[in-house]
């Protein structure tokens, strides 16, 4: 299958150069052409516009930001679906709102190109290893074809139903670690209000039951959100704003969850 790589940042980049390291014919394009600088010697083959990427893959993956670059790069005048051929599968790997992928899918099958939406998580490190987690919506049959590329990097890739539903279990996941982020924020500061040393609290907890990815994060941050909040901040923002529209769109009551993620974009200064 040959694949074409857009969005080569710190988690797409090694998500890309796994793909390539296994094996498959690999294109990539970026706005940046310093972007494509740690590729010069991978022998991938680079594109001039997202439509090339387009006609010269099977499978073409996207890893940019937002609803909107995902919408530029795939439907633009020169964006992939402009080039690609009747057949191809297009693999969304952002975490935008289910809707846009939903609505992607119709404008890809009018032109007999499959459209799986795959948000990942684990980050850079994680996709380095091949231990991406792929949460995939869309049809079976397509996420066949697109397994022997999602397991270079990923493992395990979960299908979870039609396009969309990669799109709301990843956005839950997220909702979920940042109401975490607070739980374990105020457990210190209460710990500390009662006399414990909060990095004796921290290696108590992170090897115990109440234990959470979340914690490691704080943990490993010295108790503190704030690197957290310069790289991720304005993400998890994004993610709990969505959630919270198709919570409220659907009439579903999201409970304590939110009011605890809603609790971690205030002290992030990030409040949606």
């Known amino acids: 299958m040959r694949v074409g790589f857009i969005g080569l940042g710190s988690q797409g980049g090694p998500m890309a150069q796994r793909i390539i390291a296994a094996g498959h014919p690999t294109t990539l394009w970026a ?5 494509l600088d740690p590729f010069a010697r991978s022998g991938a083959a680079t594109a001039e516009s997202p439509a090339a990427l387009g006609a010269a893959s099977d499978l073409a993956c996207v890893c940019v930001v937002g609803d909107d670059d995902v919408r530029e790069v795939l439907t633009g005048a020169d964006g992939v679906l402009a080039g690609m051929d009747s057949g191809g599968v297009v693999a969304v790997h952002s975490t935008i709102h289910p809707d846009t992928c939903r609505e992607l899918a119709k404008v890809a099958a009018a032109q007999g190109v499959a459209l799986i939406d795959a948000p990942v998580s684990g980050g850079g490190p994680a996709a380095e290893a091949g231990r991406l987690l792929v949460m995939a919506g869309g049809d079976p049959d397509v996420l066949a074809r697109c397994r022997p590329v999602f397991d270079s990097y990923a ?21 979920l670690f940042t109401a975490n982020l607070a739980t374990s924020m105020t457990t210190f500061a209460l710990g500390t209000e009662l ?4 990095a004796r609290l921290g290696e108590v907890i992170g090897r115990g039951s109440a234990n ?3 914690l490691g994060r704080v943990v490993d941050a010295g108790i503190s959100l704030d690197r957290l909040a310069q790289y991720a901040g304005a993400l998890l923002r994004k993610d709990v704003s969505l959630v919270a529209g198709l919570a409220d769109a659907a009439g579903a009551e999201p409970g304590v969850v939110l009011t605890a993620a809603d609790a971690t974009l205030a002290l992030m200064d990030q409040r949606r």
């Open 31 to 35: 706005r940046r052409a310093a972007t």
């Open 155 to 175: 493992d395990p890739v979960v299908h979870l139903g039609d396009v969309g539903a990669g799109q709301v279990t990843k956005l839950l996941n997220n909702l």
């Open 212 to 214: 959470s990815f979340a």
């Open 195 to 198: 006399g414990v040393d909060p």
